[in-house]
Structure formats: C-alpha cells, structure tokens
C-alpha cells in the first residue's frame, strides 16, 4: 500500500501563489508517473500537470505559464507551484502517483480557493 499525504492547500487572492506538496510514503523511483489534478463542484476531475521519472512534464494548457510541477527524489515529494491564482483554479487538488507494479494511488485532496 501507498499514502500520500497532500498540505498546503488555502484561501488566497486572485493574482496570489500557493505551494502544495505531495508526501509519498515509498520511492518515487517506485513510479512511471506522478501529478496533481483538480476536481471543482460540479466538474470531472481533470490533470493540472504530471512528471516522469525523467523530469518531463505536461500541464493543462489552462495552467501553462503559471504552475509549475517538480519532484525531489530524496524526500520523495511532488510539489506544485502555483503562481498568478484565477477564481477559476479554485477546486479540491489531488496527488496522483501510478505504477505498473503497484497501480494507481491517490491522495485525500486539499482545498484550494481563489476569492477574486
């Protein structure tokens, strides 16, 4: 079994950043993938930005330019940067980590909110 233990989620401003970490509780190296997603009320859960064990990323082009994904094999944490807030990134975010061995995990969510 895989825990992931997300924080840093907030109420901030629009125009504001926030940083949220994902703690995963083996190696990452365990991982073909790792990446935030987003679920809003009313919405389908949809991919905000994943990276390889390589460092190649991919983000949904409504984030592109303002959020930034990155992963430090030593403390085994994804993190997302969040810079340049709309309204509309307000959503519960979620730590996602995928292995063929082991399958997909996920985390419990962190509440983010964006006040304009």
């Known amino acids: 079994q895989v825990q992931l233990v997300e924080s840093g989620g907030d109420l901030v401003q629009a125009g504001g950043s926030l940083r949220l970490s994902c703690a995963v509780s083996r190696s990452i190296f365990s991982f073909s993938s790792m990446g935030w997603y987003r679920q809003a009320p009313g919405k389908t859960r949809e991919l905000v930005a994943a990276?390889?064990?390589?460092?190649?990323?991919n983000y949904a082009d409504s984030v592109k330019a303002r959020f930034t994904i990155s992963r430090d094999n030593v403390k085994n944490t994804v993190t997302l940067q969040m810079n340049s807030l709309k309204p509309e990134d307000t959503a519960v975010y979620y730590c996602n980590v995928q292995s063929v061995v082991f399958g997909s995990f996920w985390g419990q969510g962190t509440q983010v909110t964006v006040s304009s």
């Open positions: 990276i390889s064990p390589g460092g190649l990323v």
